[in-house]
């Protein structure tokens, strides 16, 4: 097993009672890891790919690897589990009709201002992933490039301390002046509507 956290995979094997080796195959080291994992796989062995949450390869380690097993024609079997944007795009109440996912903004104000100014016009629903110590940020950043539109904020899906917040970004904005952001976010964004 590649895993991006091997802790936290280890302790979901040992609840299942499973024994097999595990591998840490995380964004730092993916690149140097693929190598020996795509040789693995040419020798014969199976190889399960697992994220510390999500799908591996949306916004997680993974892409690289698969990119390099398919070039060398090696079967990829993906199996389905929960994704952040999808189960994030349902509970928000926001058009699932069409949508468009881009993963972080990135992390200078630039960066982030560059990629909004870019989905400014995008009709269709916006799908983002943030960190908390850069959501207070990137609330002001959103109203003030895209308006004040209608967004849901997700954390924790499907966990104990599942939290959905949704109204304009103005009104987001004000929860998230009263509390200090925990967990892994993805917003959910009303794409720009007719006027």
Do not use: W
């Not at 024994?19 to 195959?25: D, E, G």
């Not at 999808?86 to 903004?105: H, N, Q, R, W, Y």
């Not at 990629?115 to 940020?137: D, G, S, V, W």
């Amino acid at each position: 097993i590649a895993c991006e956290d091997t802790r936290h995979t280890r302790k979901l094997l040992s609840h299942y009672d499973i024994h097999t080796s595990v591998t840490s195959f995380y964004q730092q080291n993916q690149f140097k890891k693929a190598p020996y994992l795509i040789n693995c796989l040419e020798n014969g062995q199976d190889i399960a790919l697992v994220s510390k949450a999500g799908t591996p390869g949306i916004s997680d380690p993974g892409y690289y690897l698969i990119r390099e097993a398919v070039k060398k024609e090696i079967r990829i079997v993906p199996i389905p589990g929960p994704t952040a944007l999808i189960i994030a795009l349902v509970a928000s109440g926001i058009s699932m009709e069409s949508f468009v996912f881009e993963g972080f903004l990135g992390r200078s104000k630039a960066e982030r201002k560059k990629k909004l100014n870019q989905l400014k016009e995008e009709k269709r629903t916006i799908i983002l992933y943030e960190a908390p110590h850069r959501i207070k940020k990137i609330l002001p950043e959103i109203r003030e490039i895209l308006g004040d539109r209608h967004i849901a904020i997700t954390r924790e899906l499907t966990k104990k301390f599942e939290e959905i917040i949704r109204g304009k970004v103005s009104e987001v904005e004000a929860v998230f002046l009263k509390k200090e952001p925990r967990g892994e976010f993805t917003l959910v964004i009303e794409g720009k509507q007719k006027p």
